[in-house]
């Protein structure tokens, strides 16, 4: 059983930068798709980043430039860097790991997920 635990939220200022990290646990996080999606209060949980098992990387338009999604093999572990961080960008973020590899933009795609970690930030 995969298991999923996301860390590094917090409260920022406009313009500032966090990095959340995704340990993942019961699978090597290189055999798996690896995604990170936000949901803000009122609104549908939407896609963040992804890294397919061959680390090409895609990323909503929100964020393009301003993100990076990456993993450490060593440590099991898949990030994002989050830098030039917007009010906008409030939301809870969660990880997901994928078995598959392909629409890795949808939610559904993928088999696990883990609690969420906050991000807030102020303006």
């Known amino acids: 059983q995969v298991q999923l635990v996301e860390s590094g939220g917090g409260l920022v200022q406009a313009g500032g930068s966090l990095r959340l990290s995704c340990a993942v646990s019961?699978?090597?996080?290189?055999?798996?798709?690896m995604g990170w999606f936000r949901q803000a209060p009122g609104k549908e949980r939407e896609f963040v980043a992804a890294?397919?098992?061959?680390?090409?990387?895609v990323y909503a338009d929100s964020v393009k430039g301003r993100f990076t999604i990456s993993r450490d093999t060593a440590k099991n572990t898949v990030y994002l860097r989050m830098n030039s961080l917007k009010p906008e960008d409030t939301a809870v973020y969660y990880c997901?790991?994928?078995?598959?590899?392909?629409?890795?933009?949808?939610?559904?795609?993928?088999?696990?997920w883990g609690q969420g970690t906050q991000v807030t930030v102020s303006s």
């Open positions: 997901a790991a994928a078995l598959e590899g392909y629409r890795l933009l949808y939610a559904g795609v993928y088999d696990y």
């Open positions: 019961g699978r090597t996080a290189s055999s798996l798709s």
């Open positions: 890294i397919s098992v061959r680390d090409i990387t």
